[in-house]
């Protein structure tokens, strides 16, 4: 069986110990762990393919061989122990450099894994500042590593559990204040680095802006990439994100579970099983949600705890995030760079409102985006993918690339999404054809997902890629079990948002728990 495709119709049992609902990278997680300790386990995914937001797809019309990672474009984040705990080999190409900050005023930086490089770039005062800040992270990222796999406590408590007692109080101020506040005790004098780090790690996915509470937890989570030969930096996936799911898929199937695709549920009665929408039904003690939260309530409907309930409404906030898919016919070229100069495109490239106060104009971008409406310029992560990852290309040399952008509203205060995607996409790509020009004609198709269309073509509640911002921290966020054998296991639940697989791995272990059986 391919590891995209699934059980259909007669091979779906109709009982299992643990029916698992979404076939996410969380939920296969889960289905692993659960199905490695004996139980008998049923993964129901309402798409035709396994794998969530972390999906490889063919989503060009007019380029249909070419291949792209059309939600989730990294891996930064999974645990390596998780890693080493599902035994699963996934093939990462380190980004060298990783970062590229283009402007219009023809200078830029260029940051790889050459660190005297790196701060040859930097006023005296900023190599200071950027090596203050990367040893501090260094060290929160080392004392916290333990604390993504296990229970999650309060900040405080997480503070005084796992981080060492010279940066505790810091650690708390950076989960609960902003990643502008936290930034400025640095000091850096040129402030486009400052919101080059602010918009990369504060704000991606974020449902905020610099300044909003809790966005410097964000930043935290963005910057605890710990794996191998990575040097603190997100990777590519050989052969895109699916490679991620479908490898975890297949390490499910191998310890026994059932994974059946096109297989939509529409409800579940705790302590029964689940209901799907071709009218049949799997009985089951356990069921955990690989979906967000929000959709594991509505499936619950009626059954669910008030304090649930609560928590989620307290939660609820929706995406504010573009993602532009585009085949491109040729490379970039950026007009800051002098002939010559080492190639960027493998790296993320940070399209930055410039100016005198950089930061000023993000805020204004979030103050457009509260109010309903599109900005002039957004912030924008490119991507080029296919020069570090081949492997996707079509055999025209088509090259797949993406424009993620943030922030953008979920609804418009004028207008329909419908009515203004193809002008505002057109805008986000003349953006980029300011950097590097001659990009808008090297366009050959153009996938675009507005908030809206993240919400229908993946099935996420909201359009919100990490289901609830991550400036909800640690046992502020969702719980994994949810009482009468529902267990929650998405990105909506500690540790954050994005590719990580902890939450599939710490709900699978309160299950077993819960059922008397050694945890995996």
């Not at 003690?285 to 989620?312: M, T, Y």
Request: charged share 15%; net charge negative.
């Amino acid at each position: 069986m391919s590891a995209g495709s699934g059980a259909r119709d007669n091979q779906l049992p109709s009982r299992a110990d643990v029916v698992v609902v979404g076939a996410g990278h969380n939920g296969l997680v889960a289905a692993t762990l659960l199905a490695r300790a004996g139980l008998q386990v049923v993964v129901l995914e309402r798409s035709e393919v396994v794998g969530g937001a972390a999906r490889t797809e063919a989503p060009f019309a007019r380029v249909p061989q070419l291949r792209q990672s059309t939600g989730a474009y990294l891996l930064g984040l999974m645990p390596p122990e998780l890693i080493a705990l599902l035994d699963v080999q996934i093939p990462l190409l380190r980004r060298d450099p990783h970062y590229f900050l283009p402007t219009l005023q023809g200078r830029s930086y260029l940051f790889g894994s050459d660190g005297a490089a790196n701060l040859a770039q930097l006023s005296a005062r900023d190599r200071a500042a950027d090596e203050q800040l990367g040893a501090e992270l260094s060290a929160l990222r080392s004392d916290l590593a333990p604390a993504w796999l296990a229970e999650p406590g309060s900040v405080e408590e997480t503070a005084y559990r796992y981080v060492r007692p010279s940066l505790q109080a810091a650690f708390v101020d950076l989960c609960r204040g902003s990643v502008a506040d936290y930034l400025a005790r640095f000091d850096f004098a040129d402030e486009l680095l400052v919101a080059m780090y602010a918009v990369t790690d504060g704000l991606s996915g974020l449902h905020a802006g610099p300044d909003t509470p809790g966005s410097g937890h964000n930043f935290l989570v963005h910057n605890m990439c710990r794996l191998p030969g990575a040097g603190g930096t997100w990777m590519v996936v050989q052969g895109g994100m699916g490679t991620v799911t479908q490898r975890i898929a297949d390490a499910a199937r191998a310890a026994g579970a059932v994974i059946a695709v096109d297989a939509a549920v529409t409800g579940i009665e705790p302590g029964v099983g689940v209901h799907l929408a071709d009218g049949r039904t799997v009985a089951a003690r356990v069921v955990v949600g690989g979906c967000d939260p929000f959709r594991l309530a509505e499936l619950l409907g009626p059954a669910v705890d008030p304090s649930i309930a609560a928590r989620l409404e307290s939660v609820r906030l929706p995406g504010s995030t573009m993602k532009v898919n585009l085949a491109l016919s040729r490379l970039p070229e950026f007009s800051c760079q002098p002939p010559g100069s080492p190639t960027p495109l493998g790296s993320t490239v940070h399209l930055l409102p410039g100016g005198e106060r950089p930061m000023d104009a993000v805020r204004a971008m979030w103050s457009e985006v509260q109010a309903g409406r599109l900005p002039d310029f957004p912030t924008i992560e490119w991507y080029v993918h296919t020069t570090v990852d081949p492997s996707l290309q079509d055999p025209a040399g088509h090259h797949s690339s993406a424009l993620f952008v943030q922030s953008v509203p979920y609804a418009l205060a004028e207008g329909t999404w419908d009515e203004h995607r193809d002008a505002y996409t057109a805008h986000v790509i003349g953006i980029a054809d300011r950097f590097a020009p001659g990009t808008a004609d090297a366009v050959a198709d153009i996938f675009a997902l507005a908030p809206p269309d993240i919400e229908r073509h993946f099935g996420i509640t909201g359009g919100h890629i990490h289901h609830v911002d991550n400036g909800v921290a640690f046992a502020d966020r969702v719980p994994y079990s949810w009482g009468n054998g529902v267990y929650a296991a998405s990105a909506g639940c500690h540790p954050a948002g994005s590719v990580i697989g902890a939450a599939g791995h710490n709900a699978a272990q309160r299950v077993l728990v819960d059922l008397g059986l050694p945890r995996a």
